[in-house]
């Protein structure tokens, strides 16, 4: 049997890559380069290791596994955080972009974020997504 049959064997069944193991493979690579440059620092720089080695290891194994059911489940629950994770950070970066002409504000009742233009006073608002009416109050801006 050649080498590639016997891998083929090997990965038969198995879960294989994901988004979750390519992040863990990354974090891991990235952990150990920053180790290195603890080497005034031996044992902080052994416990970055540690995490580096710990973090290929989940890959390895998440590749391997042959649970795939219980792999995706994680695998989804990591898209759901990497998703939520990028949503915050694009709306805290829109919010700064635009501070001077626009206001964020949250609905009461669906806790969707609202962009408004910003006009000094007490409004009342519409929210796009529930339909319902509250009103908002915007500190600064123009008249
Ligand atoms: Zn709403």
């Known amino acids: 049997m050649s080498f590639r049959e016997r891998l083929y064997r090997f990965m038969q069944g198995r ?45 390895i194994f998440r590749t391997l596994s042959k649970n795939h059911l ?14 939520k994770l990028s949503a915050f950070f694009r709306l805290q970066k829109d919010k700064f972009k635009e501070r001077k002409t626009h206001a964020f504000r949250r609905c009461p009742h669906c806790k969707a974020v609202m962009r408004l233009p910003r006009r000094r006073g007490k409004h009342g608002v519409n929210c796009p997504a529930c339909r319902r009416h509250f009103k908002v109050f915007i500190w600064f801006g123009k008249k």
């Open 70 to 83: 219980k792999r995706q489940i994680e695998n989804q629950r990591y898209l759901r955080l990497k998703n």
């Open 15 to 59: 879960y294989g890559k994901d988004d979750l193991s390519n992040f863990c493979v990354w974090t891991g690579l990235a952990l150990y380069v920053i180790s290195l440059f603890f080497f005034r620092y031996p044992i902080t720089q052994y416990i970055i290791y540690l995490f580096s080695t710990a973090f290929l290891a989940i890959s």
